[in-house]
T-cell receptor, first 106, second 114 residues
Framework: KNEVEQSPQNLTAQEGEFITINCSYS?????LHWLQQHPGGGIVSLFM???GKKKHGRLIATINIQEKHSSLHITASHPRDSAVYIC????????FGSGTQLTVLP | DTAVSQTPKYLVTQMGNDKSIKCEQN?????MYWYKQDSKKFLKIMFS???????INETVPNRFSPKSPDKAHLNLHINSLELGDSAVYFC?????????????FGPGTRLTVL
């Protein structure tokens, strides 16, 4: 079993929908990252969290340390949000989830 | 201005060869990383390095070695390439400490071993 589990693996949504991607982990961590990998392959860091909640534009990330769970929310989704979203936990080194492929249809 | 750059973007080579991938960051960051993304798109850290400490993922074969001529560069040398080394390799950097600050990624180098 991977230390970091993401769900769902694949997600298709209609433009405008509210989207939630989940990340659960099984070990104690010092921080958690959410990354976005574009269809062209480039990787962008979206958030780094150690507690609570962060917001950037239409993106919101939350983390519950006690429950070992984080969520990434996208409000008013748009086709340009289509990408792979990757969760990574920090426990010394970074350990990555397998990613969630999001497709937003117009 | 490119924050983290890698060269080459594509690298095709024969089994058994030795190759290098270069990485440079102009962000003034203290820590640099190498990651491998396999054919299933799964990312795995290979190394993290600052001017004080090299942390090696214990699963990385010793055919892989990072070389840092200065704080802005972390190159990846691979000896005796194998078919299983085919992957996309990403370099990244962060302001401080392994994983505890936001990371900036290079565009990736797609390595194909024939």
């Amino acid at each position: 079993k991977n230390e970091v589990e993401q769900s769902p693996q694949n997600l298709t949504a209609q433009e405008g929908e509210f989207i939630t991607i989940n990340c659960s982990y099984s070990v104690g961590i010092s921080a958690l990252h959410w990354l976005q990998q574009h269809p062209g392959g480039g990787i962008v860091s979206l958030f780094m969290l150690s507690s609570g909640k962060k917001k950037h534009g239409r993106l919101i990330a939350t983390i519950n340390i006690q429950e070992k769970h984080s969520s990434l929310h996208i409000t008013a989704s748009h086709p340009r949000d289509s990408a792979v979203y990757i969760c990574a936990v920090v426990r010394g080194q970074l350990t990555f989830g397998s990613g969630t492929q999001l497709t937003v249809l117009p | 201005d490119t924050a983290v750059s890698q060269t080459p973007k594509y690298l095709v080579t024969q089994m058994g060869n030795d190759k290098s991938i270069k990485c440079e960051q102009n962000l003034g960051h203290d820590t640099m990383y190498w990651y491998k993304q396999d054919s299933k798109k799964f990312l795995k850290i290979m190394f993290s390095y600052n001017n004080k400490e090299l942390i090696i993922n214990e699963t990385v074969p010793n055919r892989f070695s990072p070389k840092s001529p200065d704080k802005a560069h972390l190159n990846l040398h691979i000896n005796s390439l194998e078919l299983g080394d085919s992957a996309v390799y990403f370099c990244a950097s962060s302001q401080a400490g392994t994983g505890i600050s936001v990371q900036f990624f290079g565009p990736g180098t797609r390595l194909t071993v024939l």
